[in-house]
């Protein structure tokens, strides 16, 4: 019997946009902006794991995410990867918000540290990255996740690696 007929079996569907292609015709500034502000779609991995930009500056990016059960570990509480994807991806447009426009650029190293857990019951969450190292090949971000109500959920630390500014 296939996994998705299975009895208590549960299902979500995801729908996502070529991001590249909007990318290739809108400025740095001008694409972040509007990923913000929902102008223009979000990449896959956002949808995918319920999280969301909703501020961006220079050397800063705020995203939220939405606990749910399909984050959910064998112990009922979000994996840790999905706190980990939320603090690469402030780290990561942080990062990203200071480079050159079409720069590319990779995570090489993220460092995360679990300080309470999270359950559909947490509420939404927030995680802020700022950047705190520039360098010509290397720029490092710090982001920390907070609960609704202020508490320290995560924190982080991820080094990018520029790589060129060809697309």
């Keep these: ?74 112990m009922g509480t979000v994996h840790g990867g999905m706190l980990s994807t939320l603090i690469d991806s402030a780290c990561g447009i942080a990062c990203m918000s200071l480079l050159p426009h079409g720069t590319r650029w990779t995570t090489v ?3 995360v540290s679990f300080f309470k857990m999270v359950t559909e019951a947490t509420g939404i969450i927030r995680c802020e990255g700022v950047a705190v190292h520039q360098g010509r090949k290397i720029v490092v971000a710090d982001a920390t996740i907070l609960s609704p109500d202020g508490e320290q959920i995560a924190s982080g630390r991820a080094t990018c690696l520029v790589l060129d500014s060809s697309r």
């Excluded at 015709?25 to 991995?45: F, N, S």
């Design 1 to 74: 019997m296939p996994e998705s007929t299975k009895p208590g079996i549960r299902s979500r569907t995801v729908h996502w946009a070529d991001v590249q292609e909007i990318v290739a015709h809108a400025t740095k500034e001008d694409y972040l902006q509007g990923w913000a502000e929902g102008r223009y779609p979000a990449p896959p991995i956002c949808d995918s794991m319920g999280i969301r930009l909703i501020e961006v500056g220079q050397g800063r990016a705020v995203f939220t995410g939405t606990p749910a059960e399909y984050h959910y570990n064998p």
């Design 109 to 111: 190293n993220l460092n």
